[in-house]
């Protein structure tokens, strides 16, 4: 700056104008220049104070502010982005279990502690170009920019709490187990603006807190003010009835041989206005209600109907189906009872897979009923495995007969060694229990190939097959049948060629 003027002043000076104009243009000059350093300044001094204003100052993430602009910014891209209507921004929003009794007990100091190394772990574990955010307390927020589903976006709500998960914390000296729920809402479904998505997503964190789902996403029953509960609750015990529902069949194939070992039925609701629903858009609801019984009853004796069927038709396998915690009460009992004597079926070929959480939960009446079932000679399976906080004491305890890793870990296989080293421990610890080992969300064929060297059993996803209708099921998975390479599913498919062929 000083040798630009100098430089200006010189110039003057070659111009012929007199000492005393040379002295005012000099003067001149010099005023210019003061006034752009400090202008310079001020703008470096507003910017500082403007992403101040944006930053929590306790953990460096962003705080509310940010989390606004940014949010306001990507939802007004919307219009474009939502084609199908299902993908857009998703807003996590996270909140610590117990976390007033560490502030209350140790004191702020050992909270504000806390807060950093949970903030540095979201940061972590939070997917590129997502904005995470402290809103206050021991509320956070992760803010997904590029469009998710609201199944990806449970996706990630479970990898967070993943990361929460891996590794305990400490404050003063003290070790923390910290646990945590995850409310989601995703646009345009769950709202077009900020304020909606949080609004939402705080329901949400509020359930899966109540239920201890872990996480949850929202669903327009929740809102307080909604009479859309009562109308899907009545809808859904009507589509029971009316043939609405339907199971799709997603085949579970030996890691070795890539011959069939199973089928995991999967529920699908097909909706008269609303389309086919996948279960994350229902089955929360129905969970928190006892039509749930209901339902479970007709997932059971359709699933084992129609493997019933298919033994009929040459195709001789199990068949297995997912069991909500909230059924897991002596009725359910019955209802295995009743299928199984239906479709004179034996119990060996019937695999129950139960989450991680729902043996973790209050345990007691749970733990018995799942023992009984396996008395019987049902088999059971730890379903999620790794996403949740299941104790390996309890894992002993069960009469459990598989682990399926969660799909989180088998997606990231391929990513590098800290992720394979995840894969490799969870296969290692399934074997040393003594139980076989199953891969959900296996999507290619290099996964599959390092799974199956890491001495993972079963291998189950896109790449294997698709959730398809019991009838094509049949077609492609007979014995003798030549499954042709290409889509393998009923539902839209990219997937490559199907094991067998290749
Ligand atoms: P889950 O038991 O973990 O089932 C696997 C889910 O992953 C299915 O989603 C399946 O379509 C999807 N999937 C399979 N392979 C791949 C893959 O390679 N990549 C990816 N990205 N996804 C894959 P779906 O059918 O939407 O089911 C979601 C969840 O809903 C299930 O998770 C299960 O917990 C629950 N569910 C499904 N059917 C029933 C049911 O009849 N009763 C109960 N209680 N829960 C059910
Ligand atoms: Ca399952
Ligand atoms: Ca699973």
Known sequence: MVETSAALAASAAELGLSPGEQLLVAAGVVA??????????????????????????????????????????????????????????????????????????LGHAAGDALLV????????????????????????????????????????????????????????GVDLDITSSVGVAV??????????????????????????????????????ESSDALTTLSALRQAMDQGELTLLYQPVVDARTRQLCAFEALL?????????????????????????????????????????????????????????????EPGLLGIVDEALARGSWPPEQLV???????????????????????ERGV?????DFGAGYTSLGQLRELTVHQLKVDRQFVTDLLGGPEDEAIAASIIDLGHRLGLRVIAEGVESGAAAD?????????????????????????????????????APGAEVSASPTSPATG
């Open 268 to 328: 699908r609701w097909q909706h008269p206005t609303r389309g086919l629903l996948t279960p994350v858009e229902f089955l929360p609801l129905a969970e928190r209600t006892t039509l749930v019984s209901p339902l479970t009853r007709w997932v059971v004796l359709t699933a084992v109907r129609q493997a019933a069927a298919w033994r009929r038709a040459g195709l001789d396998t199990t068949v297995a189906v997912n069991i909500s915690a909230s059924v897991l």
């Open 117 to 172: 190394q949970v903030a540095r772990r979201l940061d972590d574990a939070a997917p590129a170009g997502a904005v995470v955010a402290r809103l206050g307390g021991d509320e956070f927020a992760v803010l997904l920019t590029t469009p998710v589903t609201t199944a990806q976006a449970v996706l990630h709500g479970k990898r967070l709490l993943a990361a929460l998960g891996a590794g305990g914390f400490s404050a003063d």
């Open 450 to 486: 390092r799974l199956r060297d890491l001495g993972c059993d079963e291998l189950q996803g896109y790449w294997v097959g698709r959730p398809m209708s019991a009838d094509l099921a049949l077609e492609r998975w007979q014995p003798g049948a030549a499954r042709a390479a290409g």
């Open 187 to 224: 646009a345009p479904t769950a709202g077009r603006t900020i304020g909606e998505l949080l609004r939402h997503a705080d329901l949400a964190m509020y359930e899966a807190k109540r239920s201890r789902a872990g996480v949850l996403p929202y669903t327009a029953d929740l809102a307080p």
């Open 352 to 374: 129950l897979e139960i989450t991680e959480t729902a043996v973790a939960s209050d345990a007691g009446e749970a733990l018995e009923v799942v023992r009984t079932l396996g």
């Open 32 to 105: 210019v220049a003061v006034l752009v350093s400090l202008l310079v300044l001020l703008r470096r001094q507003h910017r500082r104070q403007n992403s101040l204003l944006r930053t929590d100052p306790l953990t460096g993430l962003g705080n509310r502010v940010l989390l606004a602009e940014v949010g306001e910014r990507v939802l007004a891209a919307l219009p474009e982005l939502d084609g199908d209507g299902r993908h857009g921004p998703g807003l996590l929003l996270l909140d610590l279990d117990g976390f007033k009794d560490v502030n209350d007990t």
């Open 379 to 383: 088999r059971i399976s730890v379903d």
